[in-house]
């Protein structure tokens, strides 16, 4: 019976073990699944049992196996060289007394990138019970990051540093270098022409370009010279300690020579291109990084107008002009004619006898300080900006409308003579504009003159001409201002639709003292009055300068000797005398 009862019970344990049994089978199943499709490896050790078992998907980590926790060597091997330290500090965590800790790891070779995850459970008496060590691949997570932090980094296109990061290193030259007390150059390179260049192969070449030109660059990076691809076809270098192999010359000289070169496009076709640069250099031109940067360009704008295809060096007298252009910028659009602006006039005299012969007119502007600012300093920039044609609006107006009123008063001959820049000249409205306020005055083409310098005629001779012939038509006289200080082609005069040309001031100012000046001048006044012109000679300042040229049979005289840019009444005055000397 007893027997019978322990038999019954011995049943049941086993029932119960069977189905505890089951239970533990069912778990283990479950953690393996979860362990294999964790897309993980595991190792658990027990330090107790001193047994180490790997688990989950280790076959997609590693091609050996760990039984062992000597075999931990086997990691060593395998993984890169600046890794193996953390790693086997990581393993054995338990020796600081450390509870967890993760961090990544590389295979050799570009193999794959892990994360590793120890994890030591203690037991109460705080002595180490179990270690779990997982593997995680990251390769994909941290070829993202490669490429996010590739692009907080670089430009795309070219493989060059972005705009941001280059200023941040930039900065970081100029640090050092104060310490160092070195310097740090910057060169600034914009291609010429990009827009033609664009419009000519197609915004996809234009593309092709920049990146063809940025990827060359590369090659001229090391730690000393950073380069960067600023925006759209400008790239900027900065250049630590600019000497020797580094130093902004031979960099230029480098990248002059590929330039000889063309750059073959992806579709084939060849394009050659040309850059103008600016460099400037901290400490002197700026403390800065922007400002460094800003240096750079203002003295690379100087480089494109002096013709593109070269390099310019920063010199105070650069910036202090280009401060005034935007000073002068913002001033001009704040100018109201009537009150900022006023004309003056100065007399024309015949070389012979001495009588006025005509008035050109003259601007003056009078800021809201009070200071005068000279044509000579606003006119290129109000060219620049558009304000000329607002402005030479205002000055054909004004000064027709006090020429008419001095025929009103007078019975005297004089001609009016107006500078008219490129820019008012080639307004489509032109003609028919100044045509209209000489009617509104009821002033006769005749008696207006029309002076243009030479640059007029340098970007389209043949449709400047046409538009001159037109306005000859009209009956309105056309005078060369300047002649002389631009490219002084005697050969382009012949057949140009002009009556008067004016001897440049410069001319006049070494007539006396230059050989070779006074033979130029006198050769000019004689070709001249062959080819029918008449000939003006400007900035005559001495009576001998006039003496000499009245030999020389120059028409008229313009210049402080016969008489200063005058407000209107002078000239009313002058008026005045010359028709009671006629009377
Ligand atoms: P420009 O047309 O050659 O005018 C002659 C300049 O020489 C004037 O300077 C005049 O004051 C100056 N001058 C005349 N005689 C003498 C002299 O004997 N000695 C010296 N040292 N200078 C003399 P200003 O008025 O400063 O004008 C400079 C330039 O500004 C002008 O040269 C002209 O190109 C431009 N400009 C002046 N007014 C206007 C205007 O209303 N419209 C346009 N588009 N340009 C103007
Ligand atoms: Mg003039
Ligand atoms: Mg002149």
Redesign the pocket.
């Known amino acids: 019976m007893g027997e019978a009862k322990s038999d019954r019970r011995g049943e049941e344990t086993i029932a119960a073990l069977e189905v505890e049994n089951q239970k533990l089978r069912m778990e283990l199943k479950m953690l393996r699944l979860l362990f294999e499709t964790s897309n993980s490896a595991f190792i658990y050790y027990n330090y107790q049992e001193d047994k180490l078992e790997t688990m989950g998907n280790w076959d997609h980590f590693f091609d050996f196996t760990v039984a062992q926790v000597s075999d931990f060597e086997k990691f060593y091997e395998r993984v890169e060289e600046q890794n193996v330290l953390p790693l086997k500090e990581g393993f054995f965590i338990e020796k600081q007394n450390g509870d967890r800790q993760i961090f990544e790891i590389k295979l050799k070779n570009g193999g794959m990138c892990i994360e590793v995850e120890i994890n030591i459970v203690y037991d109460e008496q705080r002595r180490p019970a179990d270690k779990i060590i997982r593997f995680k691949d990251i390769t994909r997570m941290m070829a993202q990051k490669d490429e996010l932090t590739y692009m907080a980094y670089y430009d795309i296109l070219t493989g060059l540093y972005n705009r941001n990061y280059f200023v941040r290193l930039l900065g970081e030259f100029l640090r050092r270098a104060g310490t160092e007390n070195r310097r740090v150059a910057v060169m600034f390179l914009d291609i010429d022409d990009f827009r033609r260049v664009n419009d000519g192969i197609g915004i996809i070449a234009g593309d092709d370009l920049v990146q063809l030109f940025g990827q060359y660059l590369t090659n001229l990076m090391n730690s000393n010279v950073i380069i960067s691809h600023f925006s759209s076809d400008i790239y900027c270098i900065g250049i630590y300690d600019p000497c020797g192999a580094r130093s902004v010359e031979t960099i230029y000289q480098v990248i002059r020579e590929r330039l000889q070169k063309p750059f073959r496009m992806t579709d084939g076709q060849e394009i050659s291109m040309t850059v103008s640069v600016g460099v400037a250099a901290y400490p002197e031109a700026a403390k800065g990084t922007l400002e460094l940067i800003n240096c750079a360009e203002i003295v690379m704008f100087k480089a494109k107008s002096q013709g593109k295809d070269t390099i310019q060096y920063f010199d105070c007298a650069i910036l202090d002009d280009f401060l005034q252009t935007v000073t002068i910028q913002n001033k001009l659009k704040e100018a109201v004619f009537d009150q900022n602006f006023t004309m003056v006039f100065?007399p024309q005299c015949y070389a012979a006898s001495g009588k006025l012969r005509g008035v050109?007119?003259?601007?003056r502007w009078k800021d809201d300080h009070g200071d005068m600012i000279?044509?000579?300093v606003f006119?290129p920039i109000a060219e620049k900006n558009g304000a000329?044609v607002p402005i030479?609006n205002w000055?054909i107006e004004k000064s027709v409308q006090i020429f008419a009123k001095w025929r009103e008063k007078y019975a005297y001959p004089l001609v009016l003579s107006?500078?008219?820049?490129a820019v008012?000249c080639k307004q489509s409205d032109f003609i028919e504009s100044i045509l209209h306020i000489l009617e509104q005055y009821d002033v006769p083409p005749e008696k207006i003159e029309l002076?243009i310098?030479e640059t007029i005629l340098v970007d389209d001779f043949e449709e400047t001409k046409k538009r001159l012939g037109e306005l000859r038509k009209t009956g309105i006289r056309i005078s060369l201002?300047?002649f002389g200080t631009g490219f002084s082609s005697l050969s382009y005069l012949k057949g140009l639709p002009i009556d008067t040309l004016k001897i440049d001031?410069s001319f006049v100012d070494t007539l006396l003292t230059d050989v070779n000046t006074k033979i130029i001048t006198e050769s000019i006044i004689y070709m001249v009055k062959r080819l029918g012109y008449e000939t003006i000679a400007?900035?005559?300042?001495t009576k001998e300068q006039f003496a000499y040229l009245q030999e020389l049979s120059c028409d008229m005289i313009?210049?402080?000797?016969t008489g200063r840019?005058m407000p209107a009444e002078g000239i009313d005055d002058l008026l005045k005398e010359q028709t009671e000397k006629a009377g």
Do not use: H
């Open positions: 100065q050109e007119a003259l601007i000279s044509p000579a006119i000329i030479g000055v107006l500078n008219i820049s008012q002076e310098t201002d300047d001031k400007e900035g005559v300042e313009q210049g402080y000797y840019p």
